[in-house]
């Protein structure tokens, strides 16, 4: 895990955004499928610094076609990841029946990936 108190952000991936890197820590990772064993979720809400696509992988079994995922698609810090924005906004899109961009005042629907910062509602989860 890489710590940065300026930028007040950490992340499993070193990025530029982590501005004054502070310090490294291992740290030990599980599943949220392995955390609720068997229990579904009804809200999820993601905002993890490029490590979305890893998540999502670990909690397959605790999603539902009822789950509101919510989540924060930010290609930038996908990137740093080493996950592609592109094809993980199509992995989004190929698994969840219903997918909008969360604009001011309303819901715009996901026709295609995002190219910039944007917080998105997936809802209709078809594992």
């Not at 108190?5 to 992340?11: A, Q, Y």
């Not at 990841?81 to 001011?104: K, Q």
Request: overall charge negative.
């Amino acid at each position: 895990m890489f710590f940065s108190s300026k930028s007040e952000r950490s992340s499993f991936y070193w990025s530029p955004f982590l501005d004054k890197l502070e310090g490294t820590q291992r740290v030990e990772t599980t599943t949220i499928d392995a955390v609720l064993n068997g229990v579904s979720a009804d809200v999820v809400k993601m905002d993890i610094e490029g490590s979305e696509p890893a998540a999502l992988r670990g909690m397959e079994k605790v999603l539902k076609p009822e789950t509101v995922l919510f989540i924060e698609f930010n290609p930038n810090t996908l990137t740093a990841a080493e996950n592609d924005p592109n094809e993980f906004g199509w992995s989004l899109h190929e698994r969840f029946a219903r997918i909008e961009v969360i604009g001011r005042n309303q819901l715009v629907p996901f026709d295609q990936p995002p190219t910039d910062l944007a917080n998105l509602r997936c809802s209709g989860w078809q594992g």
